[in-house]
């Protein structure tokens, strides 16, 4: 004897609705998402680092070279203020970690430990030569700290702004609720662009990305080994190094204002310019 399940027509139509608003958030989407992309080009070049290319974009003129890492979730555009204000005084270059932003993903799963490796392979491949000024905010401290540690040959200076302490809070993870594995699945269907009120204030370029599946994919899979990462900066010693080191808290994001302007008083100092100078004094935010 057949098997009938009986399903109310009340709940057959809001289960039809569901469907429709999915469909029509998916289709949303990817209209949204291909006009982003030839809105939002990418301003650097992409450097094979092996088997995967990665984003760079390098501004002004000078040494040492200021590397940024941009914290979690964020990418080369996350430092638009600061680079504009340092490009008038030597060479800096952002970039995005594999995954993020413009960079492309590449095999196997993220590991933190690859994270230095890859940086090192892009500044090469892209020509930039050290000494290096690398500064890094939030998440983006940790691994700076690990690449001094990797490379100290090539760092004249290390920069943490915000850094992060293994088992202690952090702005850039606990700010975005660590990016829970739901989100890129709300991006698909729009749903974050729809409650995006609170982005309104984000420069558009992060705001495009912090709305694409697969930007917050690779940034959530970045938050799952925040401690591997954490842990690795941790034990990266800097004292056998020659860099200076210089440690900041900052009053806000990289992308405010208020942010901006400490991350530039940080990395001035760790370039040796004087608060006062006229280099210090051109492109201040």
Not at 44 to 59: E, F, K, N, S
Not at 62 to 89: H, K
Request: glycine fraction near 10%; include cysteine; hydrophobic fraction near 45%.
């Amino acid at each position: 004897m057949g098997f009938s399940l009986y399903v109310p027509r009340p709940l057959r139509a809001g289960l039809a609705l569901v469907v429709l608003v999915a469909l029509a958030g998916i289709t949303y989407q990817g209209v949204a998402t291909s006009l982003e992309r030839r809105r939002y080009p990418h301003p650097g070049r992409l450097v094979d680092v092996g088997g995967h290319q990665l984003h760079i974009y390098c501004t002004g003129r000078g040494t040492p070279i200021v590397v940024l890492e941009a914290p979690a979730t964020g990418l080369s555009a996350s430092w638009a203020r600061v680079q504009a204000a340092l490009d008038p005084t030597t060479r800096v270059c952002s970039y995005d970690r594999a995954g993020l932003g413009w960079s492309e993903q590449g095999d196997g799963p993220f590991d933190p430990d690859h994270v230095p490796l890859e940086l090192q392979a892009l500044l090469a491949g892209a020509g930039e030569k050290p000494p290096f000024v690398i500064a890094g905010a939030g998440l983006g401290a940790a691994f700076a700290r690990i690449f001094a540690a990797r490379f100290p040959a090539t760092v004249d200076a290390v920069v943490l702004l915000d850094a992060p302490v293994p088992g202690h809070p952090s702005r850039d993870r606990d700010s975005l609720g660590r990016v829970p594995a739901a989100m890129p699945w709300l991006a698909r269907v729009a749903l974050l662009r729809a409650m995006g009120g609170s982005r309104q204030r984000m420069d558009p370029v992060v705001r495009s990305f912090m709305n694409r599946p697969d930007h917050l994919t690779r940034a959530a899979l970045e938050l799952l080994r925040w401690n591997d990462a954490t842990q690795l900066a941790d034990d990266a010693g800097l004292a056998t190094t020659r860099a200076r080191v210089i440690s900041a808290a900052l009053p806000a994001a990289i992308g405010d204002d208020a942010g901006a302007d400490a991350a530039v008083v940080a990395i001035r100092q760790a370039l040796k310019i004087p608060a006062g100078s006229s280099a210090a004094r051109s492109g201040a935010p």
